[in-house]
């Protein structure tokens, strides 16, 4: 949290130099309008079922304030919402950044949470603002930067804050204004003072400082996000080592994503790229060189500049069997830049070869000069474990630094190894020296780093002033899952793009994938003529990981025979050309009798599947309320839905009794379609009630309401059933690639939390509420990758290269712990005091909270164990109750019940 905060104030800093034309009429809300009693320039806006009131009260300073007053509220539509609204006031500029700031307190606002946006009422889209924030009961300061999607008249505008709800939001000294900087891109790799602006250039270092980018991906999950490539020993140009670059059929990454189109690629273009953003004055020119060697004469390879976000700038050369320099001078147009160089096997027109990299340099100026590294030494740290990943608690970790002596005599590298762990508190602290000789490289091992502990861990390594510091290292330690492990608590739609974060999660408790490629069109492009090869790599890829599959009928229509209106499909889909592919399949298929044949077929297919029989299988994505099927935008009701999974239901019973079928329009579970698909019958078709949320950071004891309601209206319409989240969102990232950062689409970054260890306690405290009003599976959202230097939140557990979010431990924990329970056969609620029991495993578990900033101690029972968020066992003498979760772990219930404070 201190590394994010530290972001936003060098951000805040260059927010002095913003041009300040105020573009928010009243503001300050000191102007009346006509009738006196409310602020000029702004209204309320809702459906009329909501009782609001907008008036003026006392200010933060005494003046006066607008302030928003809801006393009733109902209605499920998109107008259900209490609302303060500027309407045709604020004009923006397509790709202009923006500054917004206001002053806001609230009361008996539903889990305090209040939207924000700037939207084109003429297109009913958002303008790039759409956020969200927790409201005190006390004043308090917020800010928002934002970039404009498209120009936006004012005519079209609406400034709009609002919330769902009863509850009362007072807002003044709103303001929004230019500014003069846009998005700050970290880590920021400084180059005042060096000629070379590469750390670990010519990988003395081995793979420090460096990942691997490319271009040309199909799909949306990302692109390359490990170093694809090994330092080499025997082939170098300058120094003891290269790095190797060696593409061939066998060795080419491969590229998998299951949407829309299932993809599996191999990636024929792989270049090494440096970790961080250089920050550069734009215009100036700049070269980029590297020498290059390949195996054989007529090789192709890319010298290439990324300007933040995603602007490459490139340049093609030709390798031979010789070492060569080759250079690329440009002028890039933004202040944040990264480089890359690589192979290319397109442009080789080959289909295998090898490139050996050397002395890479970024300088400042029309020409290369002769190469230097960065600094004469150089250090950094890595580990040797997939992703900083240990497995072997009692072992602990084991980390190397690494350094390099560019110098004509001998140097000794001292520095400080500290490791935090996930409360920040300093785990591990080592004094290591190491001792370099003129123009080589050594390291030295330092083994058993946080001994007999599990969890989240930085390592950082600060070298004497004379050296450059090497980057911090994200690391974890777990106890992995078993591998016969067939079931877990948490899991996630979309399986990763790269098999080796699929390997990773995998250990780390993430037994079960949500998949999307058994699509109609997809296994039966014409009827009665299959093709499963498609899907089969896609579900089998997991399956051979010893995951599990929930096999997803996405879609309840192929091309050929939907009934699709070519009118409405162009309505809606506008000028998005995924949209106009995907919409016509959204429709119900001409003879509902043939979904369920389908589906019936999916099954005996996969009910014979190798390596593992498939189980479990969905039906369609978020119906009625979306565009993905059966949309109401097209005519349709949940009652359609009801009658086609129905058809479809009983013809997968038949064709395999044991199989178990998901249905549920996947909406959020206060959502009316939820209700609706309950009350009309639609669990008779559910084996497992399937919900979806991308709710606000709001406690999770928000949500105990939510879920007991829809615990006692199933069991008054034929259940209760199991219930499934196959899509959830809550995302963060301690250390963003950009401030202001985002995690995805506008619903993905409503669910982002102010830090990891915030998200890693809603995580195991969501599990305790929903878990204990039926919900057993929790899917992440989603299985993707950005780039690296990039957003990747929407990843959830893993940062680039695979390293640990915070997140990552702790799912370990939960599943280790708590597993998929029986059942939930007490839950406490005493003051601020929280305790949900669970029978799991044979034994009785509990997850257990209190109030913020309290610790109250336990008194543990002589059966009943304690352990931290991270799975470390607790000292009974030390044993306390705080705002993070723990777990408790003993016989019975009965015991744990004695352990708790009273």
């Not at 005519?635 to 359609?640: E, K, L, N, S, W």
Request: glycine share 8%.
């Amino acid at each position: 949290m201190k590394r994010f905060i530290a972001l936003v104030l060098v951000v805040m800093a260059n927010f002095c130099c913003a041009a300040e034309t105020e573009l928010v009429f009243n503001g300050s809300f000191e102007q009346a309008g006509k009738s006196n009693n409310a602020p000029d320039g702004w209204a309320v806006s809702g459906d009329r079922i909501v009782h609001q009131q907008l008036t003026f009260d006392a200010g933060r300073d005494g003046k006066r304030c607008a302030k928003l007053e809801c006393t009733a509220f109902g209605g499920e539509g998109p107008a259900s919402h209490a609302m303060i609204a500027q309407t045709s006031r604020v004009a923006v500029r397509h790709g202009q950044w923006y500054r917004l700031s206001f002053w806001a307190k609230g009361q008996g606002i539903k889990g305090s949470f209040v939207d924000v946006a700037l939207t084109n009422t003429w297109r009913w889209e958002n303008a790039g603002l759409a956020e969200a924030f927790t409201v005190p009961p006390k004043w308090q300061r917020f800010e928002f930067l934002f970039q404009a999607k498209d120009d936006l008249p004012a005519a079209a505008s609406r400034l709009q804050f609002w919330f769902k709800g009863t509850g009362t939001l007072w807002l003044d000294d709103v303001s929004l204004t230019e500014s003069a900087t846009g998005q700050e891109w970290f880590p920021q790799i400084a180059t005042d003072g060096v000629k070379n602006f590469v750390p670990n250039s010519s990988f003395e270092c081995g793979g420090a400082n460096w990942g691997s980018y490319t271009y040309g991906l199909s799909g949306w999950a990302g692109n390359l996000y490990r170093l694809e490539g090994n330092a080499d020993g025997a082939v170098a140009r300058h120094g003891g080592h290269s790095l190797k670059i060696a593409l061939s059929p066998k060795t080419q990454p491969v590229f998998w994503f299951d949407y829309y189109e299932p993809i599996r690629q191999p990636v024929r273009r792989v270049l090494a790229t440096n970790r961080g953003w250089f920050r550069v004055t734009p215009k100036e020119k700049l070269t980029l060189s590297a020498f290059m060697r390949a195996d054989s004469d007529g090789v192709v390879a890319q010298l290439v500049a990324v300007e933040a976000p995603s602007r490459m700038l490139r340049q093609a050369v030709t390798v031979g069997r010789e070492w060569k320099r080759f250079e690329f001078t440009f002028a890039p147009r933004q202040p944040f830049i990264f480089i890359a160089a690589g192979l290319d096997l397109d442009e080789s027109k080959r289909d295998a070869a090898t490139l050996w990299l050397d002395a890479v340099q970024l300088e400042r100026g029309d020409r290369a000069t002769d190469y230097a590294p960065r600094a004469a030494v150089e250090s950094f740290i890595e580990t040797a474990a997939e992703g900083n990943t240990f497995t072997k608690p009692a072992d602990g970790a084991t980390v190397t630094v690494r350094a390099f002596n560019a110098s004509d005599r001998e140097q000794t590298v001292r520095g400080k190894l500290a490791m935090t762990d996930f409360f920040d508190k300093t785990a591990f602290e080592n004094q290591p020296a190491v001792a370099v000789p003129a123009h080589s490289g050594t390291s030295v091992a330092v083994r058993g780093v946080c001994k007999g502990r599990q969890g989240f861990f930085r390592a950082s390594w600060a070298a004497d002033r004379r050296q450059d510091a090497g980057a911090t290292l994200r690391m974890a330690i777990i106890e992995p899952t078993p591998k016969d492990a067939k079931d877990s608590p948490l899991a996630f739609n979309h399986a990763y793009p790269w098999q080796f974060l699929v390997k990773l999660a995998r250990q780390a408790g993430i037994v079960w994938w949500r998949d999307w490629s058994a699509k109609w069109q997809t296994c039966e492009p014409e009827k009665g003529r299959f093709d499963w090869s498609v899907a089969d790599e896609q579900i089998n890829r997991v399956l051979e990981l010893n995951s599990e599959v929930d096999v997803m009928i996405p879609f309840p229509s192929a091309l050929w025979n939907s009934t699709s209106d070519p009118e409405k499909v162009a309505k809606e889909a506008g000028k998005n050309s995924y949209l106009k592919t995907r919409l016509p399949v959204a429709f119900a298929p001409k003879d509902f009798d043939d979904f369920g044949r389908f589906a019936a077929d999916v099954v005996k297919h996969y009910r014979v599947a190798k390596p593992r029989t498939v189980t479990t299988y969905q039906l369609l994505n978020e119906s009625v309320y979306t565009s993905y099927s059966l949309s109401q935008r097209f005519g349709y009701t949940v009652d359609d839905y009801i009658r086609l999974v129905g058809i479809a239901y009983r013809a997968m019973k038949a064709a395999d009794p044991k199989c178990c079928v998901v249905t549920g329009c996947g909406a959020n579970p206060a959502s009316v379609h939820t209700r609706e698909f309950i009350e009309k019958g639609g669990l008779q078709f559910a084996d497992i009630f399937d919900v979806h949320m991308y709710d606000p950071t709001v406690p999770a004891e928000t949500y105990e309401e939510t879920f007991s309601k829809i615990e006692e209206l199933m069991r008054a319409h034929g259940g209760p059933k199991p219930i499934w989240m196959t899509e959830w969102g809550c995302y963060a990232d301690d250390d963003p690639p950009s401030v202001p950062w985002l995690a995805g689409d506008t619903s993905m970054n409503r669910s982002r939390w102010s830090s990891e260890r915030a998200a890693t306690e809603h995580i195991v405290k969501f599990t305790a509420v929903t878990f204990a009003h039926g919900m057993r599976k929790i899917f992440f959202h989603a299985g993707t990758c950005g780039p690296i230097n990039g957003s990747d939140a929407g990843g959830v557990l893993f940062e680039y290269g695979g390293a640990p979010r915070k997140m990552l431990p702790g799912v370990a924990a939960l599943t280790r712990l708590l597993g998929v329970p029986d059942e939930c056969v007490k839950k406490i609620v005493r003051d601020d005091l929280r305790a949900y029991i669970f029978r799991s495993k044979g034994r009785a578990v509990a997850i257990t909270w209190c109030g913020e900033n309290q610790c109250r101690p336990l008194a543990l029972a002589k059966s009943v164990r304690a352990f931290d968020i991270m799975g470390n066992e607790l000292p009974a003498s030390h044993a306390a109750l705080s705002e993070t979760p723990v777990y408790l772990a003993g016989n019975d219930a009965e015991s744990i019940l004695q352990s708790l404070p009273r």
